[in-house]
């Protein structure tokens, strides 16, 4: 989990939820410190999908933000800490946009991502590839 907002300021921090489903030990919330130094804007409003393949998750957009992609490798903190790289910096077309929706293709390592807001509310799907 990354980011969000805490009594009205936005957050850039880093969470993974360990034994999500029991069977491991009681699930435990670990804040997570990324191996980088560039770190994504805090934001809340955005969406992040998670590549189990690949280990990484990626964060689209936010309330405020530019339609910018970043992805951290290492991503459940397992193999190392999370690394945190600016996978596109923005789309032609694309305002900025919070509240949408998004999926992960993992065959095509494409974002798509579905409505949204950006002042006004937006009906419009867009694939943003690659973003590992």
Request: proline fraction near 5%; glycine fraction near 14%.
């Amino acid at each position: 989990m990354f980011g969000g907002s805490a009594g009205g300021s936005n957050l850039n921090d880093y969470w993974v939820l360990t034994n999500a489903n029991g069977s491991g030990g009681v699930p435990e919330w670990i804040e997570l410190v990324p191996a980088t130094s560039k770190l994504p804007a805090a934001r809340s409003g955005h969406v992040a999908v998670y590549d189990t393949l690949e280990d990484a998750m990626t964060i689209f957009g936010g309330i405020g933000q530019p339609p910018e992609t970043w992805t951290a490798s290492h991503a459940s903190g397992v193999a190392g800490s999370p690394v945190w790289t600016e996978t596109n910096l923005g789309a032609a077309g694309i305002s900025s946009l919070a509240g949408c929706s998004a999926v992960f293709d993992t065959g095509s390592l494409t974002l798509v991502v579905f409505g949204g807001d950006n002042t006004k509310i937006v009906n419009s799907v867009f694939a943003l590839f690659p973003v590992l």
